[in-house]
């Protein structure tokens, strides 16, 4: 799966690991979040990237992201998941000019800070 965006010079195609890439980075920059989980907990339609906890599903309303997380012991979980909805949704749509449906985040961990 790959998209490809067309304009009056040709066409551009992203793949899904470029969009996982530009998620992951967004998610690491977070408060709260240690790290992405070495794998997701299930499997769904679309790309998934097990050695990274990120999937990424394409439709035609848009894209949509799975992201498995390790947060923080001691953290507003709630708030800490809803900046990491905002910032990967800015930051594929900005860099990418894709249209993000859903950012879903699994907290998969909860870790204490040593």
Do not use: W
Request: glycine share 8%; aromatic share 6%; proline share 4%.
């Amino acid at each position: 799966m790959s998209i490809e965006l067309n304009n009056k010079y040709g066409s551009i195609i992203i793949s899904p690991e470029i969009i996982a890439e530009v998620a992951e980075n967004a998610t690491k920059q977070c408060y709260g979040i240690i790290g992405l989980t070495g794998k997701p907990a299930k499997s769904f339609a679309g790309l998934l990237k097990p050695a990274k906890g990120i999937g990424v599903a394409d439709s035609p309303e848009g894209v949509t992201v799975d992201l498995y997380v390790i947060i923080q012991y001691g953290v507003n979980m709630v708030a800490v998941a809803e900046n990491v909805m905002d910032s990967v949704k800015f930051q594929i749509e900005s860099q990418l000019n894709l249209q993000v449906v859903d950012v879903n985040v699994h907290i998969e961990q909860v870790r204490i800070s040593q």
